[in-house]
């Protein structure tokens, strides 16, 4: 009886055991040498609605960054590695054209945008710092990070992201996260060349469509600029789209005339002296 027990108690324990490594994903899953996009991508989208830690980073000047302060915006996290030659700072310059067109059509300060060096030995503050410099990126509402490995492996668990040495440097998915103004995983954005509505549209919908402060013309504008501020792919930019309100006029005028003539029909066929 003992024994069966004993066995009992092994079979259970070696089940959680690979439970539990079934649904951790590690590096061993996915493999440094032989990297699985489709698996990559699947623990990527998995991390979508995610709260994202407040981890401790530093940024070029070496002083303490938490990403809480970020909190009450959107905030746009592209990972990096400085020593990158080739998707990296591909991925930085389309960015930077993308958030400039954010940035025109949402506002400046509508949203932050971080870039962090997940190389935790290499990509030190000095590094970041002279990476940004090398990307032309000076905006105030963008800021380059660092942070030692433990930390940049529990952000990179929290985003959904994966990356292993390789003799080109590192496999990863080229991935720009999404958080909305609480800090959890909105959106994720793939490619180091995506398209401007890729990363324009979900921080349009979180900057418009997600405000609820209790002022209903607020409210009602931010609903209307949803809706009307769309982009144009024959000038790369948004614009403010009227159309709305000129459809919603010719329609007003039209039940008008509409209710007009019923009306006039409706005296013309009424007996003398009825009301």
């Not at 040498?33 to 981890?55: C, Y």
């Not at 469509?209 to 209903?216: L, P, Q, S, T």
């Not at 003539?261 to 013309?268: H, M």
Request: hydrophobic share 45%.
């Amino acid at each position: 009886m003992i024994d069966r027990l004993t066995h009992f108690i092994v079979l259970i324990a070696m089940g959680t055991m690979i439970g539990t490594a079934a649904f951790a994903h590690t590096k061993a899953d996915v493999g440094g040498s032989d990297f699985d996009e489709a698996t990559a991508l699947q623990i990527s989208q998995g991390a979508i609605g995610r709260d994202v830690g407040d981890h401790r980073l530093l940024d070029v000047a070496g002083e303490p960054r938490h990403l809480d302060e970020f909190h009450g915006r959107p905030l746009v996290i592209s990972l990096i590695y400085t020593s990158c030659s080739h998707t990296c700072p591909v991925l930085t310059q389309n960015l930077a054209g993308v958030v400039k067109v954010a940035q025109e059509a949402l506002g400046e300060d509508s949203f932050n945008v971080v870039s962090i060096g997940f190389d935790a030995p290499v990509d030190t503050p000095e590094r970041m710092r002279v990476y940004a410099h090398e990307q032309g990126i000076q905006s105030p509402n963008w800021v380059f990070l660092s942070a030692d490995a433990k930390t940049i492996e529990l952000l990179t668990n929290d985003l959904g992201f994966i990356f292993f040495p390789s003799p080109k440097g590192f496999d990863h998915i080229a991935q720009t996260t999404v958080l909305d103004a609480e800090g959890r995983v909105y959106r994720q954005v793939y490619g180091e060349n995506f398209s401007t509505p890729a990363l324009v549209e979900p921080l349009k919908e979180l900057v418009f469509g997600n405000r609820a402060d209790g002022n209903i013309l607020s409210n009602w504008i931010n609903g209307v600029r949803l809706f009307c501020t769309i982009y144009d792919p024959a000038s790369g930019r948004y614009r403010f789209d009227y159309s709305l309100f000129i459809t919603i006029g010719v329609g007003l005028i039209s039940l008008g005339s509409v209710l007009v003539f019923v009306l006039r029909a409706w005296r013309q066929s009424s007996p003398p002296g009825a009301v």
